[in-house]
């Protein structure tokens, strides 16, 4: 096994539910992600303390899918990975449902084991699951992300979309209850992002206890969310659904256009 195919990260933890009445849900009695009054500061040798992440807030309910946008450097990722437990808030709680799982942005960094079905697998040894349970996870998972047709495919010859699709069936099986998924999309053609956020919206539709998060830079891919959070300079600019959002950045983008051009 090489390094980058240790990043694949998922991890149990069962963390309290809250009560709150979302906007479109299939459970409309809990939160699965949960971030309060989140900052996050780095210490560099210049400077003591260099702020990225200033009073976050932000609650997705549970089985709905998520957009996390903003410019490049204004903390994305960094909300992403203390929602995942890979960073530790300076200042703030965090509560995420589990099990849950972080998807990488690399498409070969997610895959582990030679073919797709071992790899789907992969995660299910600490389980105690018999030959037959595995089977059963294994191809239920790849059917949620349309894959069932490259199981006994080497994961070699998969296209980097197909690759986070085997990813996302591995989190599936191991039956993740919140995917925090970062950038997927920046890697691949459009056939496969398109194919990546199907197989989101999928997983999603199939079994209403899956929670997704899913950062972006693409305006259209907010088609297929729920809600989404809008973020400049590490704090949370606008929190809600799809469509609002939406409008809000293209009125942003239109009035920094406008302001460069004048
Ligand atoms: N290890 C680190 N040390 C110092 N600064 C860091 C570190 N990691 C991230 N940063 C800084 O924190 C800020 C937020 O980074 P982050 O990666 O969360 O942004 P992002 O919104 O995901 O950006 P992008 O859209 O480019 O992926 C950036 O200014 C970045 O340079
Ligand atoms: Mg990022």
Known sequence: MNLPSLARFSERLLAPLYSTPPTRSHNTESIAIEGRNLSFSFASRQVKFVPILRDC??????GQFWMLLGPNG????????????????????????????????????????????????????KFNLTNDEVRSRVSRALHAVGMSDYMQRS?????????????????????CKVLLLDELTTFLD???????IRA?????DTSAEVTALWVTHRLEELEYADGAIYMEDGRV???GDAASIRS??????????EEINS
């Open 200 to 204: 989101v919206r999928n997983s999603l």
């Open 155 to 175: 994961v070699q010859t998969l296209s980097g979309g197909q690759k986070q699709r085997v990813a996302i069936a591995g989190a599936l099986a191991e039956a």
């Open 74 to 125: 204004c903390g994305k990722s960094t909300l992403l990975k203390i929602l995942a437990g890979l960073l530790n808030p300076t200042s703030g709680e965090v509560c995420v449902k589990g099990p849950k799982s972080f998807v990488f942005q690399n498409p070969d960094h997610q895959v582990v084991m030679p073919t797709v079905e071992a790899d789907v697998a992969f995660g299910l040894g």
């Open 237 to 239: 600019v606008k929190h």
């Open 57 to 62: 807030s932000i609650r997705i309910p549970s």
């Open 190 to 196: 459009e056939n496969d992002q398109m194919g990546v």
């Open 248 to 257: 809000f950045i293209e009125a942003r983008q239109a009035a920094y256009i």
